[in-house]
């Protein structure tokens, strides 16, 4: 038997070896083959639909994921800020005390 390259390929040669031989399939194996083929049919449907599922929950996810992330980067923004306004206040409120000090001395 040479190589077989796809399923379909290999599906194709089944059939033909089974017309050769002379093979003649009772009802009920018949039915067995459809329902074989109905069952595969479903997975391909359904294993179709996970995909479909994984790739838009991962969209929907990455998007989420962004907001949060945009979220956070806003709320270090301002955590950032308000340190930098007591900081502020901080050295003002020294300065305006050593000149306070200073002044009284003098």
């Not at 479903?42 to 998007?63: C, D, M, N, R």
């Not at 003002?92 to 002044?103: A, G, K, Q």
């Amino acid at each position: 038997m040479s190589e077989i390259a796809s399923n379909v390929e290999f599906a194709h040669k089944l059939h033909e070896q089974d017309h050769h031989h002379g093979v003649s399939m009772s009802p009920r194996d018949r039915c067995v083959e459809i329902l074989e083929a109905v069952v595969l049919a479903v997975v391909a449907v359904l294993t179709a639909w996970s995909g479909y599922q994984a790739a838009k929950w991962e969209a929907f996810s990455a998007t989420r994921y962004a907001l949060g992330t945009r979220t956070s980067v806003r709320a270090q923004e301002g955590l950032t800020l308000s340190g930098q306004d007591r900081l502020y206040d901080i050295v003002t409120f020294s300065d305006l005390s050593l000149i306070h000090i200073w002044t009284s001395n003098a």
